[in-house]
């Protein structure tokens, strides 16, 4: 499909545009053939005290917008099933409808390489939403994947993000910085917490505050979105490790959990685990 494969980045953006020809491409769909492991999750594993299996994958939402315009009909079959395709088409709004497709986009693409080359092809793998609005993993007709990946999705602005793991109890968010976090700061924080960021990313307010709602939205997915809320979320400590900040997170029924944050090209990412997942 032309210019599909240059739509999925790894996380770190050092590969902006990558694989133009299928024949670059080591499974069956050009768009995969730009789907690496990131090169930042052997980092964040260890800052996280993770060992098993543990993927990260990202799309720019204008590089799927881009590949819609070319063929909208012919990236729709080959990346979802027909009851996504039908839910696609039933969202109203363009915008979206083209977050939720860069989302699954990304979370298959960091369960087919959690899956390894035995993948199988992205039309047959079917995200599904739990009660709580967590997605989990469903491939249509198959029996052979006993073990299937835990997913964590996340977008903003331009970015959808995913995470694929061995065991429950994961979350990722993604935040673009932006001045509107200032309106709802005692929505999710408390000075304590500010301060506490403060000292780790070396700026007054905003980044701290967007780091805070980033690791707490990544620690809610973690913990549950139903069962939990920003407000019962609370930093309990933050050190700065080189260019991540490990943060953890308190929960009065969950207890502790484990997040990892850092800066990448105006956005703030965390990847928050449960106590369980971490050391």
Not at 11 to 29: F, H, K, Q, Y
Not at 150 to 170: C, E, F, K, L, R
Not at 177 to 188: E, Q
Request: aromatic share 6%; charged share 20%; proline share 5%.
């Amino acid at each position: 499909m032309g210019n599909i494969g240059k739509v999925v980045e790894c996380m770190n953006g050092a590969w902006n545009s990558i694989v133009g020809s299928p024949d670059d491409c080591d499974l069956s769909e050009p768009i995969w053939g730009s789907v690496f492991k990131n090169p930042r999750q052997t980092e964040i594993r260890r800052l996280l005290g993770y060992d098993d299996g543990f993927v990260l994958a990202h799309v720019r939402i204008s590089l799927v917008k881009s590949v819609l315009e070319v063929n909208e009909a012919e990236l729709l079959c080959e990346q979802l099933t027909g009851d996504e395709i039908k839910r696609y088409q039933s969202l109203k709004h363009p915008k979206r409808r083209l977050e939720w497709l860069a989302g699954r986009i990304a979370a298959k693409g960091a369960t087919r390489i959690y899956l390894g080359s035995n993948a199988p092809p992205p039309s047959t793998i079917k995200i599904e939403s739990s009660p709580d609005n967590a997605p989990y993993i469903v491939i249509k007709g198959e029996d052979t994947y006993s073990n299937l990946p835990y997913i964590s999705i996340s977008h903003s602005s331009d970015m959808a993000v995913a995470v694929a793991t061995y065991t429950p109890g994961v979350g990722i968010d993604v935040e673009q910085v932006t001045n509107s976090i200032l309106n709802i700061a005692d929505r999710f924080s408390t000075n304590e917490e500010v301060e506490q960021m403060s000292e780790c990313t070396s700026h007054d307010r905003l980044i701290p505050l967007v780091s805070i709602w980033t690791i707490k939205e990544a620690a809610r997915k973690a913990v549950g979105t139903k069962t939990c809320s920003m407000k019962e979320l609370v930093l309990q400590g933050a050190q700065k490790e080189g260019e991540y900040i490990v943060c953890q997170i308190s929960h009065p029924t969950a207890g502790c959990l484990r997040s990892v944050t850092f800066q990448n090209n105006g956005y703030i990412y965390a990847i928050s685990l449960s106590r369980e997942m971490a050391m």
